[in-house]
């Protein structure tokens, strides 16, 4: 695991390309911005904690908008598409963690909570129902005067740290009756047909996803649903089922999956439209080498 973890303030990762560049096991970003341009849609395949010390910040997560305020945590699942809106006249500061996609429990557990509940958010508020030895907030504070320190040590107090912080995040999300996740992490906006639209094209990748088709499924005016769809999701209804075809296709091609079969069973017809698609969403080729 590398040691150069630790970002310097005003370095922005939310909207970079990075799909799979995380070569370490976690990276913590400390970041104080205006930001002033839209950042499009876009997946990682690692997953995301962020953490709102300052300012104001909406995420739309699969289609559902959260309204984070400072002490709020994020939880954002790998390959899950989403897109983060800022008010360009407020800053904001925050703490972002990238953390590789593994089996280790204590790194799935949350976010497996999470991907069950539907329910990315945790407010400051849930902090309140849980016996933690720190706040939340001191765990990001110290983790950051923990990854700008190179010492021969750095890399035990590293993962002591990163282990607590998911335990402690796990055991908020575990919570029992009222004091669940799921009572207290409701998105500020979700269009309940759009979920199910999302939840039928998730499930149905290979079959036709057009909108004409799909308008017709749900009862919809294909302008209607088209929409409706950007609004709650942030971005077309067509951007969405091609990157969610495409990230299917990167999965199975990684899993062993011929390529032309991988491409058929994420719903490509035509191979030559799809690895035009493939080279320009990830840069290379679907056998993993560069294009160039």
């Known amino acids: 695991m590398s040691n150069n973890n630790k970002e310097k303030k005003n370095t922005n990762p939310e909207g970079a390309s990075l799909r799979g560049y995380l070569n370490e096991d976690y990276r913590i ?11 499009g849609t876009h997946y990682h395949e690692f997953h995301k904690i962020i953490f709102l010390v300052s300012g104001k910040l909406d995420y739309i997560i699969e289609g559902n908008t959260y309204e984070i305020t400072p002490g709020d945590i994020l939880l954002v699942p790998s390959y899950s598409i989403h897109k983060p809106v800022f008010d360009p006249d407020v800053e904001c500061e925050r703490f972002v963690i990238w ?40 765990f990001f504070e110290c983790f950051e005067k923990i990854f700008s320190d190179e010492g021969a040590l750095s890399e035990y107090y ?20 009222d004091k669940a996740v799921s009572s207290i992490g409701t998105p500020v906006t979700s269009d309940t047909i759009i979920n199910e639209v ?12 057009s909108a004409p088709t799909l308008a017709e499924l749900f009862h919809f005016s294909t302008s209607r649903l088209e929409h409706r769809f950007r609004t709650a999701a942030g971005c077309s209804l067509h951007n969405y ?10 999965r199975q091609i990684m899993n062993g999956v011929p390529i032309r079969q991988a491409a058929i069973q994420s719903g490509f017809s035509d191979y030559s439209s799809f690895y035009r698609a493939y080279v320009k969403m990830f840069g290379h080729m679907p056998s993993g080498q560069s294009s160039s």
């Open 29 to 39: 970003f400390h970041i104080v911005s205006h930001e002033t341009k839209e950042i």
């Open 99 to 138: 953390i590789r996609d593994t089996d280790d429990e204590y790194t799935k557990k949350p976010f497996s909570e999470v991907q069950n509940s539907k329910y990315f958010l945790v407010p400051s508020i849930s902090y309140e129902y849980n016996s933690l030895i720190s706040t939340i907030s001191e």
């Open 158 to 177: 590293k993962k002591a740290e990163f282990v607590k912080l998911m335990v402690s995040i796990t055991r908020i999300l575990t919570g029992s009756g």
């Open 198 to 209: 999302i939840n039928h094209i998730n499930k149905n990748l290979a079959d036709d996803l």
């Open 241 to 250: 089922v091609r990157q969610k075809r495409l990230v299917n296709a990167s």
